[in-house]
């Protein structure tokens, strides 16, 4: 009983010392490798993933940011008791984290610090819920079973990124069937092992086929279909609704082709990019919901992105700080949204 144990410390020490890449990309989902790196996430049978709790850490994921996470699985210190303040929660993916950059500059955080300074206006807290890799049907569960229950005031809702990838197996994310809790309580567990990882590695690596054969499809299936994105949206705004918060839908930005790309370049991505705005823009229509058209105005603009034809999907610390003004001023014009208590 006890060999089984001291084996596996051994190894672990072993592996401590002499380094094994454990990560095999997980072609389950395309582009979102969340789940392969365990010592930042969790499984999670309802959402997927989840940020373990309570940590500062760094990681291969996070290509050497160093981000903390606190005690609710969220970006950025414990949120406090609510008080008299308006509390605004962000909910969307990597973009709304603030990937690459310090807890501070994110746009939540800057929103939260320029209208702290304007006299004319109540004192706001902020909360950041945006979780890399997340689409909108995650955000949908995420803000029902986690966000609500923090009663935001205002909850700020921006996705499209990861709900536009094509999903590996033709399987979207509304169709996947997750493994029972008990099964994920012990694929967590022994997750932290890095015998367990590599395992896992070398079985995925000889069942799994290669991944341009799931890339490349004449009809790709994508992790949510514009229908989909659609409705997904809309039940956030209903049950923000029906939970007394408001909503206000933001679209995504997307460098634009004109300022950052060679003349006469034409991408898909940014045409499919653009028809899952277009269906937050009709939702804002058609739902009488408050929308700030932020990829509208990022198409002003040449120097949002550090590297666009590298990484097309975050914006750098100015287009973080580009977002807050224009969450600022669209409060500031419509004051019954942040004085409605």
């Given at each position: 009983?006890l060999?089984?144990?001291?084996?596996?410390?051994?190894?672990?020490?072993?592996?401590?010392?002499?380094?094994?890449?454990?990560?095999?990309e997980?072609?389950f989902?395309?582009?979102?490798?969340?789940l392969?790196?365990?010592?930042?996430?969790?499984?999670?049978?309802?959402?997927?993933?989840?940020?373990?709790?309570?940590?500062t850490?760094?990681?291969?994921?996070?290509?050497?940011?160093?981000?903390?996470?606190?005690?609710?699985?969220?970006?950025?210190?414990?949120?406090?008791?609510?008080?008299?303040?308006?509390?605004?929660?962000?909910?969307?993916?990597?973009?709304?984290?603030?990937?690459?950059?310090?807890?501070?500059?994110?746009?939540?955080?800057q929103?939260?610090?320029?209208?702290?300074?304007?006299?004319?206006?109540?004192?706001?807290?902020?909360?950041?819920?945006?979780?890399?890799?997340?689409?909108?049907?995650?955000?949908?569960?995420?803000f029902?079973?986690?966000?609500?229950?923090?009663?935001?005031?205002?909850?700020?809702?921006?996705?499209?990124?990861?709900?536009?990838w094509?999903?590996?197996?033709?399987?979207?994310?509304?169709?996947?069937?997750?493994?029972?809790?008990?099964?994920?309580?012990?694929?967590?567990?022994?997750?932290?092992?890095?015998?367990?990882?590599?395992?896992?590695?070398?079985?995925?690596?000889?069942?799994?086929?290669?991944?341009?054969?799931?890339?490349?499809?004449?009809?790709p299936?994508?992790?949510?279909?514009?229908?989909?994105?659609?409705?997904?949206?809309?039940?956030?705004?209903?049950?923000?609704?029906?939970?007394?918060?408001?909503?206000?839908?933001?679209?995504?930005?997307?460098?634009?082709?004109?300022?950052?790309?060679?003349?006469?370049?034409?991408?898909?991505?940014?045409?499919?990019?653009?028809?899952?705005?277009?269906?937050?823009r009709?939702?804002?229509?058609?739902?009488?919901t408050?929308?700030?058209d932020?990829?509208?105005?990022?198409?002003?603009?040449?120097?949002?992105y550090?590297?666009a034809?590298?990484?097309?999907?975050?914006?750098?610390?100015?287009?973080?700080?580009?977002?807050?003004?224009?969450?600022?001023?669209?409060?500031?014009?419509?004051?019954?949204?942040?004085?409605?208590?």
């Amino acid at each position: 009983m006890l060999s089984i144990p001291a084996f596996i410390f051994i190894i672990e020490i072993i592996f401590s010392i002499i380094p094994v890449n454990t990560y095999f990309e997980n072609r389950f989902f395309i582009v979102n490798r969340s789940l392969d790196y365990t010592e930042v996430f969790k499984r999670d049978p309802y959402l997927f993933w989840r940020f373990r709790s309570s940590q500062t850490i760094t990681s291969q994921f996070f290509e050497g940011k160093r981000y903390h996470i606190n005690s609710l699985g969220l970006r950025d210190k414990e949120i406090p008791a609510p008080s008299d303040k308006i509390r605004i929660a962000a909910l969307g993916n990597s973009c709304t984290f603030g990937w690459g950059l310090p807890d501070s500059e994110t746009y939540i955080k800057q929103t939260e610090w320029i209208i702290n300074n304007d006299s004319s206006l109540p004192r706001v807290e902020t909360i950041n819920a945006g979780i890399p890799g997340y689409s909108s049907f995650q955000g949908r569960r995420f803000f029902i079973s986690d966000i609500s229950g923090l009663r935001p005031d205002i909850i700020l809702i921006m996705f499209a990124w990861n709900d536009q990838w094509a999903a590996a197996d033709n399987i979207p994310d509304n169709e996947q069937k997750p493994p029972p809790k008990v099964i994920v309580n012990i694929q967590n567990l022994f997750s932290r092992l890095k015998i367990y990882r590599l395992i896992k590695k070398l079985i995925l690596s000889m069942s799994e086929g290669p991944l341009l054969e799931k890339l490349i499809k004449k009809s790709p299936v994508y992790r949510v279909s514009f229908v989909d994105f659609y409705d997904n949206l809309n039940t956030i705004v209903n049950y923000a609704r029906s939970r007394h918060i408001i909503p206000i839908l933001l679209t995504s930005p997307i460098p634009s082709l004109e300022k950052y790309y060679p003349p006469g370049r034409h991408s898909m991505m940014h045409l499919y990019h653009e028809y899952y705005n277009m269906q937050t823009r009709l939702l804002a229509r058609n739902t009488q919901t408050p929308l700030i058209d932020i990829a509208k105005e990022f198409d002003n603009y040449n120097y949002l992105y550090d590297d666009a034809p590298q990484d097309p999907i975050h914006f750098n610390v100015k287009g973080h700080h580009l977002a807050a003004q224009l969450i600022y001023k669209y409060l500031k014009a419509n004051p019954e949204l942040i004085s409605h208590r």
